[in-house]
């Protein structure tokens, strides 16, 4: 097995479980966000501390100023971004959760261009006026910004970024991740501990936070060392696929007329990347898709 075929792999069940989340972290609802958040970061430190020590690592993660400033960037734009996605489905916003992930691979792009001064075709810049269109209508309809969607669609576009950018291995990279969280997490612990007596069963569904998201992440960090970043952002729609119907068809969330007509842009714009991606990745994803039958 290639590692394109590999990441692609990888990177397809990290996306569908991210998807599926919503409903393990619903049934979590009794828990604050941030306590909910401090749990998962300080379980998943150590259940990563361990690993690495077993592994005998921990003296060897200094590599250099740039990496561990890059390391932390990504640590903090992943924080931000789970804090807002719990948050979106602990006030029952899954549809602006999942909006998000439709709108943060062309924001990947947006970053590109203005950042990282890349040059990019006409489809690209086709797909990320009509995102601003949409935008701008929903602003301007309902009369305020989608900031919760723009957040958390900016905060994982950056962390993609920096995630391909690191030196590091997927336990490696995680765990320093959680290492610049595991502060604020003990602080949440404490100030955020739910003031009312929870269930054996609420403490049960809660204490595995950690490890229900470390594995996607894993799963995620292998595919980012493996395939491009377009092409990790073109397998990235089955989160907001996955969200969306989720969303709708089982915790019966409604769309007004302004978001449908929003989502049909941001769609459309979906679509016009999906081309771009097609054409450049079809021969890759053709050959995925070849290997995998021959096995």
């Not at 590692?3 to 990177?11: D, E, L, R, S």
């Amino acid at each position: 097995m290639t590692n394109t075929t590999k990441g692609t792999y990888f990177a397809i069940i990290s996306y569908v479980a991210w998807g599926l989340l919503p409903i393990y972290y619903k049934l979590l609802s009794m828990f604050s966000t941030s306590f909910i958040l401090g749990v998962r970061v300080f379980t998943t430190f150590i259940i990563l501390l361990v690993i690495l020590i077993k592994r005998k690592q921990i003296t060897t993660l200094f590599r250099g100023k740039r990496n561990l400033l890059l390391i932390i960037l990504a640590g903090i734009s992943i924080g931000i971004n789970y804090y807002l996605y719990l948050y979106a489905i602990n006030t029952n916003r899954i549809l602006e959760a999942g909006l998000a992930y439709y709108i943060a691979p062309i924001m990947t792009i947006f970053i590109g261009i203005i950042i990282f001064k890349e040059k990019k075709n006409l489809l690209e810049y086709s797909s990320i006026a009509v995102v601003i269109m949409a935008l701008l209508y929903q602003s301007i309809a309902i009369g305020r910004i989608p900031t919760l969607s723009l957040s958390i669609a900016l905060s994982w576009a950056l962390y993609s970024y920096f995630k391909k950018t690191t030196v590091y291995d997927e336990v490696e990279s995680l765990f320093m991740e959680n290492l610049v969280l595991v502060i604020p997490a003990v602080f949440a612990l404490f100030l955020f501990h739910p003031t009312e007596n929870q269930s054996f069963l609420s403490w049960a569904l809660l204490l595995p936070a950690g490890l229900v998201t470390l594995i996607p992440l894993i799963f995620y960090a292998i595919a980012a060392k493996n395939i491009p970043i377009s092409l990790l952002g073109f397998l990235e729609f089955s989160i907001p696929i996955t969200s969306t119907i989720i969303g709708i068809f089982i915790y019966k969330e409604t769309m007004g007329m302004v978001k449908i007509i929003s989502f049909c842009l941001i769609t459309f714009a979906v679509v016009l990347y999906c081309i771009e991606m097609w054409k450049r990745y079809s021969k890759v994803i053709k050959y995925v898709a070849e290997e995998a039958a021959s096995e």
